[in-house]
Nanobody, 123 residues
Framework: QLQASGGGSVQAGGSLRLSCVAA????????LGWFRQDPGKEREFVAA????????KYAASVKGRFTISADSAKNTVYLNINSLKPEDTAIYYC??????????????????WGQGTLVTVSS
């Protein structure tokens, strides 16, 4: 079970830290990712981290502003979001993929999903 939290309403330029706890699972052999979805749009890849090797991948639209990290002791993955823009407004979902062979950006390849946390950025 994945539990996401940390969303909120902020002004443009602000920051947030999203958290995703992988309860009941040992995630050392997983890839953990963040996706986001704005109503009426398709779910899009944001960032992911390979738990075993620490490799990361980011969408071009967030690179340099978002940072994904993981705390194995807490079974938690974080997404630090800086320099927020109105276009970052979306529901953010964390997801887990039972593979660390490569970091997938395709949401269809992820096996488990959290409930989502809403990020709203006002201009």
């Amino acid at each position: 079970q994945l539990q996401a939290s940390g969303g909120g309403s902020v002004q443009a330029g602000g920051s947030l830290r999203l958290s995703c706890v992988a309860a009941g699972r040992t995630v050392t052999k997983y890839t953990l990712g963040w996706f986001r979805q704005d109503p009426g749009k398709e779910r899009e890849f944001v960032a992911a981290i390979s738990w075993s090797g620490g490799d990361t991948k980011y969408a071009a639209s967030v690179k340099g502003r978002f940072t994904i990290s993981a705390d194995s002791a807490k079974n938690t993955v974080y997404l630090n979001i800086n320099s927020l823009k109105p276009e970052d407004t979306a529901i953010y979902y964390c997801a887990a993929r039972v593979s660390t062979f490569y970091i997938s950006t395709n949401s269809n390849t992820y096996d488990y999903w959290g409930q989502g946390t809403l990020v709203t950025v006002s201009s």
